[in-house]
T-cell receptor
Framework: SQQGEEDPQALSIQEGENATMNCSYKTSINNLQWYRQNSGRGLVHLILIRSNEREKHSGRLRVTLDTSKKSSSLLITASRAADTASYFC?????????FGAGTRLTVKP | NAGVTQTPKFQVLKTGQSMTLQCAQDMNHNSMYWYRQDPGMGLRLIYYSASEGTTDKGEVPNGYNVSRLNKREFSLRLESAAPSQTSVYFCASSPRDSRNTEAFFGQGTRLTVV
């Protein structure tokens, strides 16, 4: 079964609003990564957070990790229409990399 | 710099036919992966290769075989295609060293089995 599970499955917001997506996983990890996928395209890496980190920032992205709850969140601030895409978390346990089902984000102009 | 290249981009097969999906990376990465993506299911790992000469099963290996031909190439073979294998297939590679495990993806192969 898939390691990560994103929540919500779909999210629709207005441009300028913040978007928060959550990821829960089942087993111990070395790191957790977030990826973005535009329709019909391959995935693009956004940010990686290691198991000993609690928060990480990259531009308008903020990722948190709570290993005690086996969960992570991705916050996109001041969203833009161009942020419309699917977002996936991926857990890395030193052997392979497994993805959740993703959150489909729609940002309305 | 091409990154990860998958061929073909589209393919239609009849049930029972065989085919090989090709993947090549030019980033000197150690690890390579094959995933399938179905609506509402996210990406599921089929097989992966941690280094040249090694391959391991992922979540959904049944009906597939792989070959890590060299460090650059990792192919996925369907010996007898079934409609359940209709999906979008993605190849990815990663350096997987102590500092960097970011994965780079190809553009995908859209496979339809009729």
């Amino acid at each position: 079964s898939q390691q990560g599970e994103e929540d919500p499955q779909a999210l629709s917001i207005q441009e300028g609003e913040n978007a928060t997506m959550n990821c829960s996983y089942k087993t111990s990890i070395n790191n957790l990564q977030w990826y973005r996928q535009n329709s019909g395209r391959g995935l693009v890496h956004l940010i990686l957070i290691r198991s000993n980190e609690r928060e990480k920032h990259s531009g308008r992205l903020r990722v948190t990790l709570d290993t005690s709850k086996k969960s992570s969140s991705l916050l996109i601030t001041a969203s833009r229409a161009a942020d419309t895409a699917s977002y996936f978390c991926a857990t890395d346990d030193n052997n392979d990399m497994r993805f959740g089902a993703g959150t489909r984000l729609t940002v309305k102009p | 710099n091409a990154g990860v290249t998958q061929t073909p981009k589209f393919q239609v097969l009849k049930t029972g036919q065989s085919m090989t999906l090709q993947c090549a990376q030019d980033m000197n990465h150690n690890s390579m992966y094959w995933y399938r993506q179905d609506p509402g299911m996210g990406l599921r790992l089929i097989y992966y290769s941690a280094s040249e000469g090694t391959t391991d099963k992922g979540e959904v290996p049944n009906g597939y075989n792989v070959s890590r031909l060299n460090k650059r190439e990792f192919s996925l073979r369907l010996e007898s295609a079934a409609p359940s294998q209709t999906s979008v297939y993605f190849c990815a590679s990663s350096p997987r060293d102590s500092r960097n495990t970011e994965a780079f993806f190809g553009q995908g192969t859209r496979l339809t089995v009729v």
